[in-house]
């Protein structure tokens, strides 16, 4: 997808109304990186809490063991 959106790009031409769709298009970019890092960090998170939880089974477990 990053390929296809820099390939598109570069087709644009930079004169006249290209211009414009050029920088529209580097706006996108721009915010389309800006949600996967968002999502990057929700997904370390969530990894994050279900080791949290993970544990809190781990030692429940063994208490119910004991």
């Known amino acids: 997808m ?3 959106l820099r390939a598109m790009r570069r ?3 930079p004169r006249g109304d290209g211009q414009s ?3 529209g298009l580097a706006r ?3 915010q389309v990186h800006a949600l996967r890092d968002e999502h990057a960090g ?3 998170r969530l990894s994050q809490e ?3 939880v993970d ?3 781990s030692r429940l477990e063994r208490g119910l063991g004991e």
Do not use: F, K, N
Request: no cysteine; proline share 0%.
């Open 50 to 52: 279900i080791g949290v």
């Open 11 to 13: 087709r644009m031409e």
């Open 28 to 30: 996108v970019e721009g």
């Open 21 to 23: 769709l050029a920088e």
């Open 2 to 4: 990053w390929r296809q």
């Open 42 to 44: 929700t997904l370390r």
């Open 55 to 57: 544990a809190r089974l």
